[in-house]
């Protein structure tokens, strides 16, 4: 059975940082592009950064480039989304996902509809 468990989310001021951690069980992770999403309520689940299998190339959404930084540790099945200089719109929950891009290029991490395989969340909440 295939899971992905998100952990690290919290309650913070604006302007710091969190690291949040994504471990996955039952897949191995070296043909699979790792995701990570921002759901708001009302709003359409957002597409924050991802990260490829081939060369581990990360991607992010405008409003995170500078900020963020994905990373993955293949022989723990783990990926991360480091956040730094935290904003009040950064609230909401994040879930990692991951999919299959084998052979379809760094790039097609950005561009997979839709992930297959989901987490439960984690909750990030930025206030002062």
């Known amino acids: 059975q295939v899971r992905l468990v998100e952990s690290g989310g919290g309650l913070l001021q604006p302007g710091g940082s969190l690291r949040l951690s994504c471990v996955v069980s039952?897949?191995?992770?070296?043909?699979?592009?790792l995701g990570w999403f921002l759901q708001v309520p009302a709003k359409e689940r957002e597409r924050v950064s991802c990260?490829?299998?081939?060369?581990?190339?990360?991607y992010y959404g405008q409003s995170v480039k500078g900020r963020f930084t994905i990373s993955r540790d293949n022989a723990n099945n783990t990926v991360y989304l480091q956040m730094n200089n935290l904003k009040p719109e950064d609230t909401g929950t994040y879930y990692c996902?991951?999919?299959?891009?084998w052979g379809m290029g760094p790039a097609y991490c950005w561009s997979i509809t839709p992930y297959g395989v989901w987490g439960q969340g984690t909750q990030v909440t930025v206030s002062s």
């Open positions: 996902a991951a999919e299959k891009d």
């Open positions: 039952g897949l191995t992770l070296d043909n699979y592009a």
């Open positions: 990260i490829s299998s081939d060369n581990g190339r990360a």
